[in-house]
């Protein structure tokens, strides 16, 4: 009988781990700022026009620059699911290859440990997943890693098997698929490494080492199976080049923390901890350190301290490290007696029950582990710009940002190109910091600049939050050379003004009125995500009363919610009466006490004391700031200023 309750409570918990990494990849997405657009149109064109294998492409802008396309496979897959099911079979294919990883992983983790230790410590890595969610190629490298690592922890354990063979297929699609394939090499290569050393005297006289030898080289030999040959296997070694554009996506965990709320960095801190902690406690018990798992660990701790988006691949890979090491460093958790096993196995259960019911709920009014609504597909409102821009045969030359190059590719392609796509390595040095960064920041610039590419209409996401695309979006919209003609949650349209548009601005130009009209429109069906997008883009337009009443109404729904109480500090702020800047205090104060604790909102506070003429308090906002971030800026001037004024 307590055999039984063990194996349901067993099948339970798989499932409730199934269930929660379902959950955290059943996101909608916002199509404007993905990728996925130019993935679906490589893989529609890929055969038609191989040039997009080689060059840039798809850009009017810097179309012959070299660019080597390494995820060509994955946009095929992608654009025959859109073809059977849409957007959501996509996201179906990501949670299959999600969930797929996270089963791999615990069962390699159960392996080397024991099946209640893996699972307890599964759930920090299965939400740390949340930092990667979006369709996109990556998820391929997330199965293939641990399919990988999989089969050789099976031969390091187990010795030679004939399923090894099954590494050549796997590589010849991972490098088509996905840039991490050298994270496979990379884990076969460091096993190849091993027995070497172990074997160095008798390598090939040790059949099963030989034979190890001969699938890594067959797994070499598959990955020059690409369209770029050598170029394609060492391109993840010059990928990350300096750009002329930062993506947070490649900063650092460590400095991000200073500049958002990011959970999954708290989560990663600790499963950092735990993960030295497991070695140390090896140690101290004086147990043989497996040093092929202790390098992993240490090269993939590295390699997150220095990528944000490593996060998820962190969490896959030292799960079944920790589980082995706190395996013999806790006798008790070898789970000799039935009676504590059904005890154990219930409470791992309820905690997988308990962390499905809150992250699936809002928590304080602040989705902790969802960035996006929960469902399949894209957001419906991110996909509804271009029928407006179908509809009435708008053309360009087109201006657009960053953030929604891919969609306008998928979008428009071929009748029209694009200015910029968010694929920083297809665009030169020059290019962003000569032409793109300049024309968004610099009116005079956007003048020259525009007319050599002769635009006729700017095509942007409005929710890009970068300097110099918040502050091209506040210069245009009070551009009357280039007027509004359509906004919705995520995008925003305008064109130039001259005879050939006239009709369609007398039709559609977006005034005072019809702006507030348009807003609140949007805000019946907004979610608190894109009412927040929306506030902020009231704010470019020059509405900052109905940016107020929005963040307001947020407000009286989730009265906790840092987030919001700090964007009501920032707009109090602006205003110049000594009655706004204490309303700002008291917002930004809350914003803190609610745990929305960032060097900015100490930035704030400082000028705003020292409105008030409080210097004392200024200056202890200031260093509070540099406390948090020793290389903020704002915080530094700040408080040069203030020591040489008050001298």
Known sequence: MK????????????????????????????????????????????????????????????????????????????????????????????????AGAVLIIFKLAVKKSNFTLAAALALPVILILSERIDIRPEMFSYFFIALTYYLVEDFRLNGYAKKLIWLAPIFLIWVNSHIYFFIGLFLVGFALLEQIILHFKDFFKVESAKNFFYIT???????????????????????????????????????????TIDYNILIFKILLGLLILSFILRLILKKKIDYYNAALAAVFSAFTCLYIRNLPLFGLIILPIMAQNYFFSFELLKEKSEKIKIIIFASVLVIYILALSLIAHENSGENKFFSKSLGLGMRQNSLESIK???????????????????????????????????????????????????????????????????INLIYISHTDGTPWAREFLSARLKDENWPLIYFDDYTAIMVKNNDSHKPLIEKYKIDDKKFALRLNELLVKADNIEKMRLADLAIAYGRVDLAKNVLEALLAKQPTNGKILAALGYLSANASS???????????????????????????????????????????????????????????YYLKQANELIK
């Not at 660019?67 to 099911?85: C, K, P």
């Not at 067959?218 to 199976?225: E, G, H, I, M, N």
């Not at 070694?237 to 460590?254: A, Q, R, T």
């Not at 100490?602 to 260093?623: H, I, P, R, T």
């Open 3 to 98: 055999n039984k309750i063990i194996f349901s409570l067993k099948i339970l918990i798989i499932l409730t781990i199934i269930s929660l990494t379902a959950l955290i990849y059943c996101q909608q997405g916002d199509f404007t700022s993905l990728d996925l657009g130019r993935h679906m149109e490589n893989g529609k064109i890929i055969f038609s026009q191989p040039d997009v294998l080689f060059k840039n492409f798809y850009s009017y802008t810097e179309p012959d620059f070299p660019f080597i396309n390494h995820h060509w496979l994955s946009g095929v897959i992608f654009w025959l699911l859109y073809l059977i099911g849409g957007f959501k079979i996509l996201t179906l294919l990501n949670i299959l290859l999600g």
């Open 217 to 259: 080289l067959l797994s070499l030999a598959a990955v020059l199976f690409n369209p770029n040959f050598i170029k394609g296997l060492m391109y993840p070694f010059n990928i990350l080049k300096k750009y002329g554009y930062d993506i947070v996506e490649n900063k650092s965990p460590f400095y991000l923390q200073t500049l």
């Open 388 to 454: 407006f821009y179908r509809d009435n045969n708008l053309a360009g030359p087109i201006f657009n940002n960053y953030d929604i190059g891919s969609a306008l590719i998928f979008w428009l392609y071929p009748a029209e190109r694009v200015f910029v796509d968010n694929r920083p390595e297809a665009y030169s040095l020059d290019f962003f910091q000569q032409i793109y960064k300049p024309i968004m920041q610099d009116s005079a610039k956007w003048q020259e600049l525009s007319g050599r590419y002769k």
């Open 578 to 636: 000594r009655e706004a800047v204490v309303k700002s205090i008291d917002y930004l104060n809350k914003a803190l006490a609610n745990g929305y604790i960032l060097p900015g909102v100490y930035n704030q506070q400082g000028l705003n004391y020292w409105n008030l003429a409080d210097y004392s308090e200024a200056k202890n906002m200031w260093q509070k700031a540099l406390r948090l971030d020793s290389d903020n800026d704002h915080a530094k």
